[in-house]
């Protein structure tokens, strides 16, 4: 949708002036993101902080079970995931491999990320579908 593209580009006047003029900020796209996906994607911490006050779907996942907090992760953006956990996203929310966010984080090495989700009580022993835990 224009939303996406708008959030993911950081075009966030664009993304407002969208909302205000009814877009769907819960629309999936094909794969399941939703414009909040988008704008973690886009490393675009204004237009999380849009989306979320406009009421997105914080846990919403896509077809491989990947929350917007997931995909923060993944991409190392430390800002966006604190923002999220203080929006009150499932930091335990497992995708469709049983991958947590402390997992990937834990995986690639992002200290700062799980120093934040351990502040949050994430649970290091969880398992993957594979038998994988963050430790």
Not at 5 to 13: F, K, L, P, S, T
Not at 45 to 56: M, P, V
Not at 67 to 87: F, S
Request: proline share 2%; aromatic share 2%; hydrophobic share 45%.
């Amino acid at each position: 949708t224009a939303l996406m593209v708008a959030c993911q580009a950081g075009h966030d006047a664009v993304a407002e002036q969208l909302i205000h003029r009814n877009a769907n900020i819960q629309a999936h796209a094909t794969g399941g993101s939703t414009a909040l996906h988008l704008a973690v994607r886009g490393g675009n911490l204004n237009a999380c902080q849009l989306l979320l006050s406009f009421g997105a779907q914080i846990d919403a996942a896509d077809q491989e079970g990947v929350t917007p907090i997931m995909e923060a992760t993944k991409r190392d953006l430390p800002e966006i995931v604190e923002l999220l956990l203080g929006a009150n996203a499932d930091a335990a929310a497992a995708d469709n491999r049983g991958w947590t966010p402390l997992m990937e984080a834990a995986d690639a090495g992002h200290s700062d990320i799980l120093a934040l989700l351990l502040r949050k009580n994430a649970k290091v022993n969880v398992k993957s579908t594979s038998g994988y835990t963050a430790l």
